[in-house]
């Protein structure tokens, strides 16, 4: 899940257009798979869709992500894996909604948009 390569800096001081970015650049399709093998597909959809956000809990984004990429964004970061999740549970669902205004993830014409 490369594309979480460019949250940390987003976490770290706000959520960054850049940092965002990149999280969405690489992995926005990734996580939305990852979340729906792992049951949370409704939420995703909330984050995707033009409506209300869902909540995600901390314990299913760690079991959606995976411990390996939480291990890369703990060393990235320097927060400890239990403030990362609770950050990540309140900020992954706003940046998917800002970067899916349109209700669908974005295609690689979007992107290059993005990209300036």
């Known amino acids: 899940m490369g594309g ?3 949250l940390p800096s987003g976490l770290a001081g706000g959520t960054s257009r850049a940092g965002v970015g990149g ?7 990734e996580i ?14 909330s984050w995707v869709g033009t409506g209300p956000n ?19 964004l703990t060393e990235h970061t320097g927060l400890s894996r239990d403030e990362l999740l609770a950050r990540l549970s ?3 669902p706003k ?3 800002q970067y899916t205004p349109h209700g669908r993830v974005p295609n690689d014409d979007d992107m290059r948009g993005w990209q300036g």
């Open 4 to 6: 979480l390569g460019g």
């Open 23 to 29: 999280l969405i650049g690489g992995g926005l399709s």
């Open 32 to 45: 939305s798979t990852r979340f729906r093998q792992n049951g949370h597909g409704d939420a995703v959809d």
């Open 54 to 72: 869902a909540e995600v809990a901390p314990r299913d984004l760690e079991r959606a992500i995976g411990s390996d990429v939480l291990d890369d």
């Open 90 to 92: 309140r900020e992954l």
């Open 95 to 97: 940046a998917v909604d």
